[in-house]
């Protein structure tokens, strides 16, 4: 199962029209199974954790949903991209990395630069992800010194504010290319049996200056996002991901969704965690 938010837009705080979408990929999960499910989550602009929103409810609240406390986080950012290869994040103790973009209101940014997320790394499970991958054929390093940039700690800090889970990262490569995404994803699938919630987070639609703060969500959003829950509820998952391989030329309003300024790389991580939960296969 992969659970998802809808995330509409990236402003002061994301203020989704439909607050928990849920589709549910080919898998085995029951309501009483403690398998994890994996996650895809709006981390908004930065100030999600100071400010409150429907995006940061439904991050508050979601801890208390999922069958067991997790052992350890395999965490997909957007914010971390890598040519040629996978990178995965070794490091014991990753810091808190304050990476706002430059539209991020100063007065929010003075308050997030207050706040840290020193919860400790899981250099053993990222040796684990680093197996994983490279025995499915898909090459990963590993790097010791990535921290936790602001697309993983802002959702953590309102879902897991203890910040005393194991947390590593795995980074999205620069090509974006979707099936190997989903095959990444896939391979990651088995350590929801051993207590790892895999999460991804970004935004399924990524287009700033098309967006209007506080106005209804425009219909292209609307159409684009509702295009991603039908292809991730296929239960053909062949299809499914050759559908998502097409994403840009089948996906309604797809160059308006992400546009060249943002080609794709806050979507990504919804494949990995699409992958994860058992869809594509």
Request: aromatic residues 8%; contains cysteine.
């Amino acid at each position: 199962m992969i659970k998802f938010q809808g995330s509409h837009y990236h402003t002061p705080c994301s203020n989704p029209s439909r607050s928990d979408m849920q589709p549910t990929t080919p898998d085995t999960d029951s309501l009483t199974s403690r398998r994890l499910p994996s996650l895809f989550l709006p981390h908004g602009s930065p100030p999600i954790p100071i400010e409150p929103c429907i995006s940061s409810e439904y991050l508050s609240s979601l801890a208390s949903t999922l069958p067991i406390r997790p052992k350890g986080i395999v965490f997909v950012s957007p914010h971390w991209i890598t040519e040629g290869t996978f990178e995965v994040s070794t490091a014991n103790k990753p810091e808190t990395i304050y990476d706002f973009d430059a539209d991020t209101d100063v007065e929010a940014v003075e308050k997030l630069r207050r706040l840290s997320y020193p919860t400790p790394g899981a250099p053993d499970l990222a040796l684990r992800v680093q197996s994983l991958l490279v025995s499915s054929s898909l090459p990963c390093a590993t790097c010791p010194s990535q921290g936790l940039d602001h697309g993983v700690w802002t959702p953590l800090y309102v879902m897991f504010p203890q910040a005393d889970i194991p947390v590593t990262c795995l980074s999205v490569k620069a090509d974006l290319d979707p099936e190997e995404h989903i095959r990444a994803g896939r391979a990651l699938e088995t350590l929801r049996d051993e207590g790892i919630l895999v999460v991804g987070s970004g935004e399924t639609v990524h287009n700033v200056p098309e967006m209007d703060k506080g106005q209804p969500t425009k219909s292209w959003c609307l159409a684009f996002e509702e295009w991603m829950e039908e292809t991730a509820s296929l239960k053909d998952g062949d299809l499914a991901v050759e559908k998502f391989k097409e994403w840009r030329s089948m996906g309604p309003e797809a160059d308006k969704a992400h546009p060249a300024s943002s080609p794709g790389e806050h979507m990504v991580p919804f494949l990995v965690a699409y992958g994860a939960g058992g869809g594509g296969g």
